[in-house]
């Protein structure tokens, strides 16, 4: 599944001309899942904002600094023009050392919002999911719960994590957020994570993520491998004739060097980020295919402990 | 065919690297055929020159400063361990504007490197081309074409055009130029050009070139179509649903809109670049091969007459 980013597809090139060209599917000429966030994680983190109340979020675009305005209603409405397959409500995704007080206003307000986005969303070709959010305070992560699921969304996501709190204190929300969810509906963990991340949220119960790691990394050189992570454009990978990960089969490890792939980020050559990608990817499709077969064979813990083990070895 | 290039692979990785990987077919994992410069051209236009005589050139790289020699001998030398299926001889290309005197002690130097490389070059799975210059000296083309033909070479490039002078100058030495030499093999112009040069050359008898100009044109978001030259970035394509080229059937024009394109390039993104490049080089392939076919039938002249209309209507 792709996803978009509907912050910077508003306001460049606008939802609008998305809508006009046939959608995201027919803008990217792309015939898979889509899916769009609300735009408001990149409103509360990249613009500056002017003002926010119940209504709405006025914010400076951060291209052009025109301002502009972000609701629930506006936020169904670009998503709806964007065209994914499967759309986010706008929610409020507060630091994770805000106090008591604040965290329990973001956890109201996004459901007064998710209330909005369900009233407000006509396209019925679209999954819309709602967003679970309380920081790490399990009385907040109920709170929450109990707010969205009376909304009756096809999906559930847990927002608010992977922003500054300890893996452990991720983990320990999981244990006690992921429950409350429908287990018959997808469960999101938002902006997550690294391979470990990702394998003790499986556990857990999480269905999907994103998370911008492996093609971020790819693009600056660094690789996920079998044997840990490897930073390309060290020296000592100048004459190496052999693969990323000798473990992978990946169309970059059967095809090409790492003294190659060096050579390309040195050079700047757009291939390099291209082919860092395209391995980070398959490591991460890798890696949750063999979890979902351990999964099935009722292997998980197992899998789990000897990857944890090979990941510490190699660190 | 890629044409690979000799001085930036000396200086970085390196050909002993690119030899130990496997030449270039095995470095870049392509099966395809492969062509080097000799280097000359870089040494001459982007490296700061410290001596030149007739054993060799003194440069600095341009890229750390240190001091490198190319010689006619570590040319070949160089192009062995790169291992491209083509490869030219170490020539002097001079500017077009030089006096006769320098033209000519350039085309002797160049005839004189030509048979040091002959004699030094020791690959059998190499085609080595030799490389007549002279500028738009009739005498001294006929001069370099005559020192060079009893060497004996399975292909002749034409070098030292495209250097600055006019197109009808350009046109002018290939009406005496390539009539010099062998029908049966291989006459090759080097560094041109744009889409009338190559019809102009080929009408004239040249059968391969190598320019830049498909890919970085592309690179930057300008596209050749049937329509004329199209700077993508320009506003006017923002909402333009229509491919680059209606007349185009490659895998650009057939999948992406224009408003697409223009939206990948002002977004800063990679495929921007690779998907304009794309088209170019179908636009290039496109028009040599209906040439091809044109000439075939008997119709070459007619073809260039339609497409000089053609393009004479579109500027």
Redesign the interface.
């Known amino acids: 599944m792709v996803l978009s980013n509907t912050y ?1 597809l508003a306001l ?2 606008g939802a609008a ?1 998305v809508e ?2 046939g959608g995201l599917h027919g ?3 792309w015939d898979g899942p889509i899916l769009t966030d609300s735009g408001g994680f990149q409103v509360f983190s990249l613009a500056q904002i002017s003002k926010i109340n119940d209504e709405k979020v006025t914010f400076k675009s951060h291209i052009d600094g025109s301002l502009l305005d972000l609701s629930p209603e506006s936020a169904m409405r670009i998503q709806e023009q964007l065209g994914a397959d499967c759309i986010m409500c706008l929610d409020q995704c507060p630091p994770h050392d805000w106090p008591m007080e604040k965290m329990t206003a973001a956890v109201d307000r996004t459901t007064r919002w998710a209330a909005r986005c369900r009233e407000s969303h006509r396209r019925t070709d679209q999954a819309l999911f709602g967003i679970v959010q309380g920081g790490t305070h399990r009385e907040l992560r109920e709170r929450s719960a109990e707010g969205l699921l009376p909304l009756d969304f096809p999906g559930y996501a847990v927002g608010g994590l992977s922003v500054g709190e300890e893996p452990s204190a991720m983990y320990e929300t999981l244990d006690y957020t992921v429950p409350l969810l429908p287990r018959d509906r997808p469960r999101y963990l938002m902006g997550v994570g690294r391979p470990v991340d990702l394998l003790e949220a499986v556990l857990r119960g999480i269905d999907l993520f994103d998370c911008v790691m492996p093609t971020r990394n790819g693009r600056n050189a660094t690789v996920f491998t079998s044997q840990g992570m490897v930073k390309l454009r060290n020296a000592k990978h ?2 190496d ?1 052999g693969p990323l990960d000798p473990e992978c089969d990946c169309p970059v490890c059967t ?3 790492r ?2 792939l ?2 390309l980020f ?2 700047e050559e ?1 291939l390099g ?2 082919l860092a990608s395209w391995h980070n990817l398959s490591y991460y499709q890798r890696l949750l295919r063999d979890l979902r077969t351990a999964i099935s064979a009722g292997r998980g813990a197992e899998f789990r402990q000897a990857q944890l083990a090979r990941w510490n070895q190699s660190v």
Do not use: G, V
Request: glycine share 0%; proline share 12%.
């Open positions: 910077h460049r090139p001309i006009k060209m803008f990217m000429n100048r004459e004739p095809q090409y060097s003294a190659y060096r050579h040195i050079a757009m980020p291209i």
